[in-house]
């Protein structure tokens, strides 16, 4: 049975940090790349930084480039997005997804709430 939990979602003042990370189980993790989306209310959902099968290569959205880290730990099939800096703009339901050529899969979700 596949599954991606998200953990570390809160709720954090402007400029604070939060550390995301999401646990997989029931697929061979090192042979996904991984990544980290986002959807806020009424908005679409939108890729915010991915990190390829062996961690090597990386991308980030434009908004979040220079204050969100993705990283992944492939011995213990955890995927992680550090986030500092954050901003009210950053408020969202965040996601990992695992994907690769034949199939993709998604983790449930947390909130992360930006507020003063």
């Known amino acids: 049975q596949v599954q991606l939990v998200e953990s570390g979602g809160g709720l954090v003042q402007p400029g604070g940090s939060l550390r995301l990370s999401c646990a997989t189980s029931?697929?061979?993790?090192?042979?996904?790349?991984m990544s980290w989306w986002r959807q806020a209310p009424g908005k679409e959902r939108e890729l915010v930084a991915s990190?390829?099968?062996?961690?090597?290569?990386?991308t980030y959205a434009d908004s979040v480039r220079g204050r969100f880290t993705i990283s992944r730990d492939n011995a213990k099939n955890t995927v992680a997005l550090q986030m500092n800096s954050l901003k009210l703009e950053d408020t969202a339901v965040y996601y990992c997804?695992?994907?690769?050529?034949?199939?993709?899969?998604w983790g449930q979700g947390t909130q992360v709430t930006v507020s003063s």
């Open positions: 029931g697929f061979t993790f090192g042979n996904y790349g």
């Open positions: 990190i390829s099968s062996s961690g090597l290569s990386t």
């Open positions: 997804k695992a994907r690769n050529l034949d199939r993709a899969y």
